[in-house]
């Protein structure tokens, strides 16, 4: 599969998903209803590593057609009631872009504790400096 998931620490406080490749809506679907899951049932805030650096592509070739914009609606919707901060790894200057234009659209706070880093391990240093008291790497 294209989309992995796993736990990025022993406390299970930081989920990181690995996105290579081509990968599929369905899938993307399927990782996302996972850590729905987890996250409901956890006791504790759940943070989120998202790694796009091996150079993930769009489905359809570009976040910005109409299609992927739906699809980016919906994923939206689905983390309207996450709390836990989340982290991208290796987005490119269009992802970025994107990522403000879908800002202004978001209802709550989705998109209020989302940060773009280099690597995996800036990514955690960044988790572990905003928070510390929830997040440990």
């Known amino acids: 599969m294209a989309i992995e998931l796993y736990w990025d620490n022993d406390e299970r406080t930081v989920m990181l998903c690995e996105i290579r490749g081509d990968w599929t809506w369905e899938q993307m679907y ?27 592509s769009i489905p359809g070739g570009s976040i910005l057609t109409p299609a992927a914009f739906d699809h980016a609606k919906n ?6 009631n996450g709390t836990g901060p989340m982290v991208i790894v290796g987005a490119s200057p269009v992802i970025k ?7 202004g659209m ?13 690597t995996t391990d800036q990514a955690r240093a960044h ?3 905003y928070y510390p008291t929830r997040v440990t790497a």
Not at 97 to 103: L, N, P, R, S
């Open 127 to 129: 988790l572990t400096e």
């Open 97 to 103: 872009t994107a990522y403000k234009m879908f800002t």
């Open 30 to 56: 399927e990782t996302l209803g996972k850590i729905k899951k987890v996250t409901e049932k956890a006791t504790s805030v759940i943070a989120a590593i998202i790694d796009i650096s091996d150079g993930a």
């Open 75 to 80: 994923m939206l919707k689905m983390g309207e």
């Open 106 to 118: 978001a209802q709550g706070k989705a998109l209020s504790k989302i940060a773009f880093t280099d």
